[in-house]
């Protein structure tokens, strides 16, 4: 009866895109588009969920302007089409607050897994959008979810959210680091042997390598008589 009533109520939501949807609008590989955010040739997201990176209809659409990618009018209405409720927003507009298992997770005082087994098994309301293989909501589906079977919310993560607040992006791929930019390390000191009666050079020896930040294996050995 809950998933009638919650079917009943029209989504109004904005086209969003992950990489794989990029990819499928500009027919490409999946890591052509993640590589064209990391050289820059996308913009940066417009939102950040659970880590993951997704971008406005209209952010996205400028990768045509210079004439060298074309997302067809038939990809795009395919596209548009698997967002049912979809409208294009402007970046600059006021957005609904969308959520991922991250966010429900928190506001729902549970861990990921119980919100994915409550998917499973239907217990929670289903998400608004399937993009790029992550599952997201808007915020109010999940609230209105949550008063409809009496689960408690953590208020304080509903207005956090609401106020911007998010987590961290997910880091995508290794990172190039110039030589130049890698610290210089300085060499090994060579292995010393010292004898009872230098003690004294010993001692200051091993002070100088601790320093330095290495450390130090003593092997004792006899003195030939």
Same mark, same amino acid.
Not at 174 to 183: I, L, N, Q
């Given at each position: 009866?809950?998933?009638?009533?919650?079917?009943?109520? #029209?989504?109004?939501?904005?086209?969003?895109?992950?990489?794989?949807?990029?990819?499928?609008?500009?027919?490409?590989?999946?890591?052509?588009?993640?590589?064209?955010?990391?050289?820059?040739?996308?913009?940066?997201?417009?939102?950040?969920?659970?880590?993951?990176?997704?971008?406005?209809?209209?952010?996205?659409?400028?990768?045509?302007?210079?004439?060298?990618?074309?997302?067809?009018?038939?990809?795009?209405?395919?596209?548009?089409?698997?967002?049912?409720?979809?409208?294009? #927003?402007?970046?600059?507009?006021?957005?609904?607050?969308?959520?991922?298992?991250?966010?429900?997770?928190?506001?729902?005082?549970?861990?990921?897994?119980?919100?994915?087994?409550?998917?499973?098994?239907?217990?929670?309301?289903?998400?608004?959008?399937?993009?790029?293989?992550?599952?997201?909501?808007?915020?109010?589906?999940?609230? #209105?979810?949550?008063?409809?079977?009496?689960?408690?919310? #953590?208020?304080?993560?509903?207005?956090?959210?609401?106020?911007?607040?998010?987590?961290?992006?997910?880091?995508?791929?290794?990172?190039?680091?110039?030589?130049?930019?890698?610290?210089?390390?300085?060499?090994?000191?060579?292995?010393?042997?010292?004898?009872?009666?230098?003690?004294?050079?010993?001692?200051?020896?091993?002070?100088?390598?601790?320093?330095?930040?290495?450390?130090?294996?003593?092997?004792?050995?006899?003195?030939?008589?």
């Amino acid at each position: 009866m809950i998933e009638k009533v919650l079917c009943m109520v #029209a989504v109004h939501k904005p086209y969003l895109l992950g990489h794989a949807e990029i990819a499928s609008l500009y027919g490409v590989e999946r890591q052509t588009s993640q590589k064209w955010k990391t050289d820059g040739t996308l913009a940066e997201p417009d939102l950040v969920i659970s880590g993951n990176p997704y971008w406005l209809l209209s952010t996205v659409l400028q990768l045509s302007a210079d004439g060298s990618r074309e997302a067809t009018e038939q990809r795009l209405a395919e596209y548009e089409a698997s967002i049912p409720g979809g409208y294009q #927003a402007d970046p600059e507009e006021q957005l609904p607050v969308i959520v991922g298992i991250m966010e429900v997770a928190k506001i729902l005082g549970q861990d990921k897994q119980a919100i994915s087994r409550w998917r499973h098994r239907k217990q929670i309301a289903a998400s608004d959008y399937e993009l790029s293989g992550s599952p997201l909501w808007l915020m109010e589906t999940v609230l #209105a979810d949550a008063t409809a079977r009496g689960r408690a919310v #953590a208020q304080v993560e509903v207005e956090r959210l609401r106020e911007g607040g998010r987590g961290f992006q997910k880091p995508r791929g290794r990172r190039s680091t110039s030589p130049e930019a890698r610290p210089r390390q300085r060499p090994l000191p060579h292995a010393r042997t010292f004898t009872s009666e230098q003690s004294g050079e010993a001692a200051s020896f091993l002070a100088a390598v601790l320093e330095q930040g290495h450390s130090v294996v003593i092997r004792p050995q006899r003195q030939k008589s």
